[in-house]
């Protein structure tokens, strides 16, 4: 099974940018990896995918205009470009793989452990 490793979590200001990434090692991604993401208190949130094959990607829309989600094929890898950082995505981003894609995290059977992201105001 891949394995699945989240990176470039950390602190920023409102307005800020960070660039997250999900790096594959054991095996190619499947179909579809998305990203997640999870505040205290709170559920798993969908943020956005992208189909692996084609590198078509897909967002909530709370982070349209803002979130951009790409791939490298050549590094295996997956990122999530978020610009414009407000404190409400301030939480804790995982990676997931997915045969099928779709929204519901109940679709991923494979995750990372995750990155933390702080936005302070």
């Known amino acids: 099974q891949v394995q699945l490793a989240e990176s470039g979590g950390g602190s920023v200001q409102a307005g800020g940018s960070l660039r997250l990434s999900c790096a594959a090692s054991?095996?190619?991604?499947?179909?579809?990896v998305g990203w997640f993401r999870q505040a205290p208190g709170k559920g798993r949130e969908f943020v956005g995918n992208?189909?692996?094959?084609?590198?078509?990607?897909y967002y909530v829309e709370s982070v349209k205009g803002r979130f951009t989600v790409s791939r490298d094929i050549t590094k295996n890898t997956v990122y999530l470009q978020m610009n414009s950082l407000k404190p409400e995505d301030a939480a804790r981003y995982y990676c997931?793989?997915?045969?099928?894609?779709?929204?519901?995290?109940?679709?991923?059977?494979?995750w990372g452990q995750g990155t933390q992201v702080t936005v302070s105001s």
């Open positions: 997931a793989a997915s045969p099928f894609g779709g929204t519901n995290a109940a679709a991923y059977n494979n």
């Open positions: 054991g095996r190619t991604f499947s179909n579809y």
């Open positions: 992208i189909r692996w094959s084609v590198g078509t990607p």
